[in-house]
């Protein structure tokens, strides 16, 4: 990334982030810069520090180290006015239960100290705007898994934050719910808010944001677009699909690729591999497979998964089998 | 409604959370207020199970009873303090819950007055207990109970429970940033009864074995029992009681207040 980026363009800044609950280091010197009105995505696997980062930049946890700004306002002295230019959509529904949405938007608004008149006509056009003005009295509790997290999000929206803060904003939700929360994210950058949104869902960050974080241990370990750390893996890939699991060993021998960069998936009769010359690759693996007699279901050219680049950076040291977002991976021997 | 106008009315909100402590704390109580009206039935077991209490021990239990100058006028008084010291377990099953529910992430990520989370639970649970011991002073009127000290001697007595109530309420709070759990909040739930019982609440300290009777009489809450049957001029009372009965909660809130709002503040660690 450009270190030549203008302070006045930068939304949110970490620089040394430190952070531990007793002796477990949750954030480990994070560094993070994310531009104004783009979308930044964090990822990283249960345990990479993505929820405390999260936890930090809307104020809900106080760093160890480090020095950290939202919108040009340092969090730790000056938390308020941060308070004032963020909205949060954490984990779980951040609303009271028991009341309305109505009750809830009204509320919010007014520990904003919109007023009472101001809250009521705010929280009017975040429920039309949401699609949950005809839910009337029903409490919260009452609500579907979707509506729950619209009306989280227009919870979150209330002041018309700066920079909202979307932690896996999708876990747990059916894909028409992820399909309206990526809807309601590309509308509000439209608008020029700035989102940092961590996810495990490598599509997920590749469909919304920018510029992506990939952190581990409380660090991150590569930082880009979506397409520059698909390149950091190496550039494309083959995928072969045999017929029969109990032939993949011989095909990996046998196939003109580097075997020790193969990757070999049981489950699903895949070996896949990274490639350079993508013709010569294809032409030369369907040869071999021809004479050696092995039959293939599907042999295709690819770009890599985030998955791949994920592993492709974290994975060396930690064993062959590791499950990263929805997909499991073998990494062969 | 365009972004732009909103946004400069939010540019101009004030930050200062003292100046609107007074106002966020409101609008906690409010939201109370209105779990309340999502709840009634809820409410009125509320009410109702002291109430059940009282009338179990005055009609069931206290019928062998002999207490020189009337069960019925030493039963109430003690009813009320129990009323107050159960109090708490409610403080700490609604703190319990809003811990454990996302709500309280976004309280604290808002400009808005942090101790008005706390202070908004306290009124709303101050009024909830004024209204149960108006319901309690009315039945204890009905089944023939009689204040016998006077309109001071009455709002003194109140105002004693209701101190004692304050610090059973930042008890609560504090056991429920403690423990934090629901399944604690029923071993709380349980260990009430003893510790309730363990008082003069509902029989006398001379009817019980020496120790026993030692122990109850320290009891906190058997010095605000003690002080409100003075104050209401019925058996049981003791002269010059009421200091204890101001002491004694003021000592609780010295300890539990600052502990529950370090706990608090302690959320951000």
Redesign the interface.
Known sequence: MSKGVAVADTAITVEGAHKKYGDKKALDGLDLRVGRGTVHGVLGPNGAGKTTLVRIL?????PDAGRIEVVGHDLVTRS??V??R?G?L??????????SGR?NLE??G?????GAR?AR??AG?LLERFGLADTGRK?VSAYSGGMRRRLDLA?SLI??PEVLFLDEPTTGLDPRGRAEVWAAVRSLVG?GTTVLLTTQYLEEADQLADRISVVDRGRVIADGTADELKALTGGDRIDVVLRDAGQLGAAVALLPLAASQVSVDADRRLLSAPVTDRMAALSGVVRALEEAGIEAEDVALRRPTLDEVFLHLTGDDRGGDQRVGDHRVKEAA | MSTSTSTSTYATSRYGTRAYALTDSWTMTRRELAHWARQPVQVVVGLVFPVMLLLMFGYLVGGGREVEGGYVDYLVPGMLALTMAFGLEGTMLAVTQDLNKGVIDRFRSMPMANSAVLVGRSAADMLQSAVSLTVMIGVGYAIGWRPHGGVSGLLGAVGLLLLFRFAMLWIGIHLAMVAGKPELVQAVQILVWPVGFLSNAIATPESMPGWLGTVVEWNPMSQTATAVRDLFGGPGGERGHVWAAVVWPLVLLGVFFPLAVRRFRGLSK
């Not at chain 1, 954490?90 to 009341?99: I, K, N, R, S």
């Not at chain 1, 007014?110 to 919109?114: G, I, K, S």
């Open positions: 809307s104020t809900l946890l106080r308020q006015e308070r004032f963020i949060l954490g984990q779980h529904a951040a609303l009271d239960e028991e009341l009750q509320m919010f007014r520990l904003y100290h919109l101001h006509v705010r056009e409490p919870a002041t018309d608008a």
